[in-house]
């Protein structure tokens, strides 16, 4: 089962920040959070991870609170391709990728 | 850079009829998976190889599917007899080791057992 909670569904505006949401409240010491999405028709794709800082890359930004409990993911200036399913995940070392159901996140114009 | 590659990107057949999967990876990624995603779901690993062994197949199931990567490069993931359950979009995915931070994923194989 995964280890994380999403809301099923977020909606943005072309332009704004899209923030989501992610809840980790069983997270151990050495495991990372890593945010993946998926576009329809494709497969999913690796956006960013961390373990307790703040991560920002080219794609999004990761916020983890000081507790680890919970993260979010920001895309700075949503657009309509950012338009897809977010999945946040835990993860240790070589363990397998455990997907829940996901946000899905519509960017509007 | 090439990504994974899958074939076919569609397949429909009858109940009870063999069926498989292609994957090429990212050339020189160790590490291959097999997904199952099925509708409105997350992907859901069924077998890891590190290079050509499984390491990671408990999702696997066995009476009617069966795997192999072949020289530690391409893969084949095998349905027989398919049922109607097994309708699912099947993701092939690769990485340098399996503690890579970043798995690429193929666009998958939508099949459609009916």
């Known amino acids: 089962d995964a280890k994380t909670t999403q809301p099923p569904s977020m909606d943005c505006a072309e332009g704004r920040a899209a923030n989501l949401p992610c809840n980790h409240s069983t997270i151990s010491g050495n495991e990372y959070v890593y945010w993946y999405r998926q576009i329809h028709s494709q497969g999913p794709q690796y956006i960013i991870h961390?373990?307790?800082n703040n991560e920002t890359n080219e794609m999004a930004s990761l916020i983890i609170t000081e507790d680890r409990k919970s993260s979010t993911l920001i895309l700075p200036h949503a657009t309509l391709r950012d338009t897809a399913v977010y999945y946040c995940i835990v993860r240790e070392g070589a363990q397998k990728l455990v997907f829940g159901q996901g946000t899905r996140l519509t960017i509007n114009p | 850079e090439a990504g994974v590659v899958q074939s076919p990107r569609y397949k429909i057949i009858e109940k009870k009829q063999p069926v498989a999967f292609w994957c090429n990876p990212i050339s020189g990624h160790n590490t291959l998976y097999w997904y199952r995603q099925n509708l409105g779901q997350g992907p859901e690993l069924l077998i890891r190889?590190?290079?050509?062994?499984?390491?990671?197949d408990s999702q696997l199931p066995k009476d009617r599917f069966s795997a192999e990567r072949l020289k530690g490069v391409d893969s084949t993931l095998k349905i027989q007899p398919a049922e109607l359950g097994d309708s699912a979009v099947y993701l092939c995915a690769s990485s340098w080791t399996a503690s890579s931070y970043e798995q690429y994923f193929g666009p998958g194989t939508r099949l459609t057992v009916t």
């Open positions: 190889y590190e290079n050509e062994e499984a390491v990671d």
């Open positions: 961390g373990l307790k």
